[in-house]
């Protein structure tokens, strides 16, 4: 299997060179080149996540040297629960949260992590500009793996008290820079560093955010693995409904869709920042400024993964008739958190809470009958947004014991000013004494 860029002007490539490479050399993102067609009942789900996850990525990686470590691959990556269960006699949950930084985006990091090292000959730098979530599951899926270092850029100001612990406690072969600025700056300090000629002949970078191939493929198993399970049990096939950001997450879903495993509809619930919803209603894709909102790691206005969504037409994918998306206002996101525990016996973050607005809203609409099962996507746990989530609900919410874990260790990181020249040097200093 090759993988292709999404704007045609690059070389294919084998899918551990489009890990490696993160963007490909035209600007686009990777895909693969097909779809492979799976039959969900010829694939063995008794295992497990890691079992049905090998068989159902192994076509994605034939030719390449990585084939033979799937089976270890998904193993070590999935090392923690997926669970799928009903809330109500209309929907159920999919809760994405139970790895060690209890968001969904430690299947995607453990992954890459797994994936880099067999394919590694060089030590490695991997920079990481996060707002949140990203940062704490590439730190915990790389912390003291030998050939790699670690730097996260986050802005100071920008993240919860404990997500920046979560950033800022592991040591070893981690960093942390906190920049006195906003998360486009942190940004613009990794294109800056990732695109310097000079700086890349040191060092051997590479980047670890959504727009890797290596996160987004793990993701596809979850969708696949719980429409199964789900068709088993209700006799019907879901539609999941994804709380959106950069939308890796919804175009995982698409692509497990386009293999050929029951998924009705996908549903992208996205908070203020309304691109996608606006996209769905005009046809027009019209990039925004991003607007601070509840759900923090949703908070964006150029959502780079929808490049992926779009070339899907080239498979003959219909993407407005088979995906909708609607966006969520903070008011709403409060109301449905305070209504969590009565309603559903649940305690939602504020990103599951956009889906499950998403979901109630769609129950309130004339049309509503007749659509299938609904599932809705929780990807953190809300013991990390405790500051918004405990004076809705009234009480504490318990923390998970690996999250627990590490809010206990100390945090270390240095303050940045956001001068690309002074983090050049810092980059420079770590290789020197590492
Ligand atoms: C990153 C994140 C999202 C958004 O996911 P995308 O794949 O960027 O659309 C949603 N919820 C949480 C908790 C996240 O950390």
Redesign the pocket.
């Known amino acids: 299997m090759k993988f292709i860029s999404t704007r045609g002007a690059s070389p294919a490539v084998s899918v551990s060179q489009a890990m490696k490479a993160g963007l490909a050399p035209d600007g686009g993102l990777y895909v693969p080149e097909r779809f492979p067609k799976v039959r969900p009942e010829d694939v063995d789900h008794t295992g497990g996540l890691p079992r049905f996850a090998a068989q159902i990525l192994a076509p994605f990686f034939e030719g390449d040297p990585l084939s033979d470590r799937l089976d270890e691959i998904c193993e070590k990556a999935f090392s923690f629960p997926l669970v799928l269960k009903d809330v109500s006699e209309s929907v159920s949950v999919l809760e994405l ?1 139970h790895g060690p930084t209890a ?3 430690d299947f995607g990091a453990r992954f890459l992590a797994e994936c880099l090292s067999f394919s590694q000959k060089e030590k490695q730098t991997i920079l990481v500009a996060t707002s ?3 940062g704490g599951a590439v730190a915990s899926a790389f912390h003291k793996r030998a050939g790699f270092e670690v730097v996260i850029v986050f802005p100071k100001n920008g993240v919860s008290e404990r997500q920046r612990k979560q950033l800022t406690c592991w040591g070893d072969n981690i960093r942390a820079f906190a920049v006195n600025g906003d998360f486009d700056s942190c940004q613009r300090l990794v294109k800056s560093a990732l695109s310097d000629p000079e700086l890349r002949k040191e060092l051997a970078l590479s980047s670890a955010n ?1 727009i890797n191939i290596g996160r987004l493929l793990p ?1 596809l198993t979850y969708y696949a693995f719980a429409s199964v399970w789900y068709l088993k049990k209700h006799g019907s096939s879901a539609s999941f409904i ?9 175009v995982a879903a698409i692509w497990a869709k386009m293999m050929g495993f029951p998924i009705g509809k996908i549903g992208m619930a996205t908070n203020a920042n309304r691109v996608i919803p606006d996209y769905f209603q005009t046809g027009v894709w019209k990039p925004a400024p991003s607007v601070a909102t509840l ?1 923090n ?2 908070d ?1 206005g150029n ?1 780079s ?1 929808m490049e992926r969504a779009f070339h899907l037409g080239s498979h003959g994918f219909n993407l407005r008739g088979e995906v909708f998306s609607e966006s969520v206002s903070d008011e709403r996101i409060r109301a449905v958190i305070a209504e969590g525990e009565k309603k559903y016996g649940e305690i939602w ?1 504020p ?2 809470a956009t889906a499950v607005e998403v979901f109630e809203h769609r129950l309130r609409r004339p049309d509503a009958s007749g659509s299938s099962g609904f599932v809705v996507v929780s ?2 746990h809300p013991a ?1 947004f405790e500051t918004i989530v405990e004076p809705l609900v009234g009480h504490a919410v318990d923390v998970p014991a690996s999250l627990q874990r590490l809010l206990r260790l100390p945090s270390i990181f240095d303050e940045i000013s956001g001068d690309y020249e002074d983090f050049k040097k810092r980059l420079e200093r770590i290789d020197g004494c590492a």
């Not at 994804?242 to 890796?248: D, L």
């Open positions: 949260f968001a969904f985006k949140g979530d990203t959504s993701q994804i709380p959106t950001g950069n939308a890796g997450n919804a759900a790691a949703m964006v959502a993964n973050c990103h599951t990807t953190a990390k």
